[in-house]
């Protein structure tokens, strides 16, 4: 996985501070392939109450600022119906943890 530790918990710590505490923070795409250089990253966030297309441009907003990189969010909001795109995503994402 192509990110630090401390872009790690920026990204959970940004995302939950808006989204709420509960969200589950996963990443998927290219970020995940220590071989190649480059590119955005790419989250699917899971937060327990829903999140609004205000907030989900709020995260985005934020974590470019603080990564400096471009931020590619998807958000599967609860009793949302799953899509194939979503299946896919979660088949290969690795869930972000906070650690020190």
Known sequence: MRLTTE???TIVNTSRSVAGEDT???LYGSRLDDTRHGGDIDLLLEP????SLLDRARIKILL???LNLPVDILVKNPFSQDNPF???VLA???LLEITS
């Open 7 to 9: 872009q790690i918990n």
């Open 24 to 26: 589950l923070v996963w």
């Open 86 to 88: 979503v299946s896919m």
């Open 48 to 51: 327990a109450p829903a999140v």
């Open 64 to 66: 470019e600022q603080q």
């Open 92 to 94: 290969q994402a690795k």
